[in-house]
């Protein structure tokens, strides 16, 4: 059971609904890695160097195709020859071994918030001045279901580097399955963490907060299982080293280990569900996690056939390799999200933050802001709060609009959301 | 190999360092933007179409896309990098270095060869000038512009090789591409096919698909060209014919996806309750499908021809992909299967290969655009409609070399003049076919909208969305 966590393979692809043989990507590649038959142009994985030459030339974007799949299950080009259309995305923890089971005893049903959960919470929405209501057509959230004395015990399905292997910080796609016991979750939600053994004090660890990075109906649809983002601490945030205990047990799980969860907790940072509502998204590093669920959950919607409110995605890291998520993001289509990156640590650029982006991009963010049925998530590092409050300030006045007197109303209404950490 | 947009022709040869060939071509460049103004695209030339343009020829370079006016499109001459140490490949030079100066003996059939590919570049413009005005959606206007610039640069590619190598005469046959027009009876383009009107959008996407791929082939047996300048042209010219071939698959691919969908909701396969929804029934797509392939067969060729095999003996054109062929790349001793009437049916009979080297270019060609309509008919199988496409016979309808003197059914059975008055209609479109389908077209220019008769794209250009404004207005 103790297998090393399986490396996700970022596969090349082509789209064989869309692919007009042309064979100009054969005659671009370098490597040799593309073939073809009478039938399908493939891509032999164990080749391709993701170099990208290929991608400009193609005329129909067919090879502008991506899968991420387990490194040991990459589709083999025999496969590839033979289908009509591309295989959807699997969820990345199939295939794996699904969770014992975990029964919900009696009086676990209910509960108090746990006062240190409480204490986490109210730092973390103090940078909009306490708790605000959710919006008016959030879903109804479920909250501590499980306390700390009779937590819920996951296992876990996948754990994913998401970040480069070059890359400074190891922020790891963690996926837990509850088996079948009942652990419901929305976008937003947080869920509580409990390291096992003892602090230096003798006592036990307190409970870790994270915010759930997949949307309700779980990481892989119609499964009992949810993600979570997870950037493993080595130095405090004043850059001295320093040893994170949650997140450093959390990124060291292996397939099938058990962990004690508690919560869900959050009634307040919740993603509106009704027609033609639009959310404006600012993050940084981890605090991609709620809108990650928020967006798979709408992207699940979109590639439904659903008509959706609109999508603006504001993203700050170092750099790309840094971002999580990054790969997957890229390719969603443009009629879906509006992203912006914003990256602070590339070599030769100047440094370019998620505020920078907000003033960019400030006719647009202020017409959505205009707008009431507009939702505003903010979630990251602490640090954020204070560029982005002036960026929203400076925007708004070039653009008829007063921030002072639109902030507090947003709040009111449920449509401004801060988290930060 | 970047290049250099800092002169007023962009160009990755060098062209600053030889000044005569530099004010040649610098002299025939007002006369093409003028040629553009009169005979490319109609009342679109102040338009910003989102267009590629070719910004180097590495990977990474030659697709950079932007809005701009098509005659500010930056019209330039881009070889593909020398090939290190490359050989003449096939026929009697087989084994020599290739050739980087025309030699004097082959000097006119290869002229030839570049006037004749030359002169199919300008003729498309032509065909075409008038199609901006019934577009689809923007979408594909921006499709047929981006096409139409292609075909300008590919004519610059080709007046290049007739400056750089071909001296007066060259400067001549340059002028002359400017001078002849698509269609006119005095003095026509070259070929038939491109003498044909394109007069509505399904004849255009049948066109890119069919014509369009001769182009393909044509272009890929001059890449294997012993002259290095023709075969580097050619190469990179591929790449932007690519897009072309897309554009055809796509549109008729789109095309009879509506039909299906709007055959689905009527529940009918009746052609009149289908062209009352104003959209094109799937017997009338087989008509123009025949058309158009067989027209295109005829651009490669007689089937039995002494000039093919002078060109690939003296090594300035070669078959399709020739460097993967197992053979001995000279052909003195193999043979190949040509068609001919016998006794009132089709046989094959053996000829001389190198005399049949145009037959062996024209079943690699069909085996390609089989592979298309295939996939044409995956969309149809996947409405769950039971109709299949097939190309016809590539003896139907040819109006050059010995079998146009026979009448051939699409099936490949040889019928009597009279079978072929009465069938015909039923194999090609009629005077009302093309009505009906003329009577479709109008202009959509609004973004994200599609004219009734045909189905939205999958993918938008460069990744944009299907509703982005390809094209602006001014």
């Known amino acids: 059971m103790n297998a090393a966590p399986a490396t996700i393979l970022r596969q090349h692809l082509i789209d064989p609904e869309i692919c007009i043989r042309c064979n100009t990507c054969e005659e671009t590649c370098p490597v040799d890695a593309i073939s073809h038959d009478s039938r399908n142009y493939v891509i032999d994985a164990a080749k391709c160097k993701l170099c990208y030459n290929c991608i400009s030339p193609c005329p129909t974007g067919a090879i502008d195709s991506w899968r991420n799949m387990p490194a040991d299950r990459a589709y083999p080009i025999a496969e590839q020859l033979l289908w009509d259309s591309l295989p959807g995305q699997i969820a990345l923890d199939q295939g794996g071994t699904t969770g014992a089971g975990t029964e919900v005893g009696a009086g676990n049903t209910a509960g108090e918030t746990p006062a240190d959960v409480a204490q986490i919470a109210a730092a973390s929405t103090a940078g909009q001045g306490g708790t605000a209501p959710p919006p008016w057509s959030a879903a109804h959230p479920y909250v501590n279901l499980y306390g700390i004395h009779q937590p819920a015990v996951a296992t876990v399905s996948g754990n994913f580097r998401l970040t480069a292997e070059d890359a400074s910080s190891d922020i790891r796609h963690i996926v837990l399955d509850f088996g079948n016991a009942s652990f419901p979750v929305l976008e937003g939600q947080t869920i509580g963490i409990l390291p096992p053994g003892l602090d230096a004090n003798g006592k036990p660890h307190h409970v870790r907060l994270y915010s759930v990075a997949s949307p309700r109906e779980g990481e892989r649809p119609k499964y009992n299982n949810l993600s979570l983002t997870v950037k493993r601490v080595t130095e405090d945030h004043e850059g001295k080293a320093a040893h994170g205990i949650g997140s450093n047990y959390l990124c060291d799980l292996k397939k099938g280990d058990k962990v004690n969860v508690v919560g869900p907790y959050g009634t307040s940072f919740l993603m509106p569900n009704h027609p033609g509502s639009h959310l404006l998204m600012i993050c940084t590093g981890t605090g991609s996690a709620p809108m990650r669920a928020m967006t798979e959950r709408r992207r699940r919607k979109f590639s439904a056939g659903e008509s959706l409110g609109k999508q603006m995605l504001f993203f700050g890291a170092r750099s790309s390799g840094e971002l999580p998520y990054f790969g997957p993001l890229t390719k969603l289509p443009k009629e879906f999200i509006d992203i912006n990156f914003g990256f602070s640590r590339v070599p030769g650029e100047p440094k370019r933050y998620v505020q920078d982006l907000l003033r960019e991009r400030g006719e647009d963010v202020a017409r959505l802001l205009k707008d009431e049925n507009t939702y505003v998530y903010i979630c990251g590092l602490k640090g954020m709060e204070k560029g982005v409050e002036e960026a929203f300030t400076a925007l708004c006045q070039a653009n008829g609009l007063d921030w002072n007197s639109l902030r507090p109303q947003m709040l009111q209404q449920g449509r401004y959301h801060v988290e930060t950490y | ?474």
């Not at chain 2, 689809?136 to 004519?155: C, I, K």
């Open chain 2, 1 to 474: 190999m970047s290049i250099d947009y800092s002169q007023k022709i962009p160009n990755n040869v060098h062209l600053n360092d030889n000044k005569t060939l530099q004010r040649a071509l610098e002299h025939w460049q007002p006369e093409f933007i003028n040629w553009w103004q009169d005979m490319g695209p109609d009342g679109s030339q102040n338009f910003d179409v989102y267009l590629r343009t070719a910004v180097s020829v590495d990977p990474s370079g030659w697709a950079h896309f932007d809005h701009v006016k098509m005659p500010d499109y930056r019209w330039g001459i881009f070889l593909n990098p020398a090939e290190e140490g490359r050989k003449v490949n096939f026929g009697a030079h087989k084994g020599e270095a290739a050739w980087q100066e025309v030699p004097g003996e082959y000097r006119s059939n290869l002229r030839r060869l570049i006037v004749t590919q030359g002169d199919t570049e300008p003729a498309s413009v032509e065909q075409q000038r008038h199609l901006g005005l019934t577009c689809p959606s923007l979408y594909d206007m921006r499709n047929l512009f981006q096409v139409n610039v292609e075909e300008g640069r590919h004519l610059w590619a080709m007046v290049y090789l007739l400056h750089a190598y071909f001296g007066r005469d060259g400067r001549e046959e340059a002028e002359a591409l400017l001078e002849r027009r698509s269609g006119d009876a005095d003095n026509p383009r070259i070929l038939g096919a491109f003498n044909e009107r394109t007069p509505d959008w399904l004849s255009f996407f049948m066109f890119t698909y069919f014509t369009d791929r001769d182009g393909k082939y044509q272009l890929c047996s001059l890449a294997e060209s012993g002259f290095d300048p023709l075969a580097r042209t050619c190469k990179f010219m591929l790449t932007e014919e690519a897009h072309h071939m897309f554009v055809g698959e796509s549109g008729v691919g789109r095309v009879i996806q509506r039909t299906c969908d709007v055959m689905n909701q009527l529940k009918t396969d009746d052609v009149a309750k289908i062209r009352a929804q104003g959209v094109i029934d799937l017997p009338t797509i087989q008509r123009y499908l025949n058309f158009h392939f067989s027209v295109t067969m005829d651009l490669f060729g007689a089937d039995v021809s002494s000039n093919a095999a002078t060109f690939y003996t003296t090594g300035l054109k070669g078959r399709y992909e020739e460097t993967k062929q197992t053979d001995d790349h000279l052909l003195n001793d193999a043979s190949y299967g040509v068609l001919e009437v016998n006794d009132g049916k089709l046989v094959t009979i053996q000829a001389p290969y190198l005399n049949a080297i145009n037959e062996k270019l024209r079943d690699d060609y069909v085996v390609d655009a089989k592979a298309g309509i295939e996939r044409w008919n995956k969309i149809i199988q996947k409405a769950g409609i039971p109709f299949t496409l097939s190309a016809p016979h590539k003896a139907f309808n040819r109006k050059i070399g010995p079998l146009s003197a026979a009448k051939i059914s699409p099936t490949g059975q040889v019928v009597s003049e009279g079978e072929w008055t009465h069938q015909h209609l039923h194999w090609l479109p009629s005077a009302e076919d093309r009505a009906f389908v003329a009577s479709l077209m109008g202009r959509v220019a609004e973004p994200g909208k599609f004219a009734n008769w045909i189905a939205p794209p999958a993918r938008g250009i460069n990744n944009q969305p299907v509703d982005f404004a390809y094209v602006r207005f001014n």
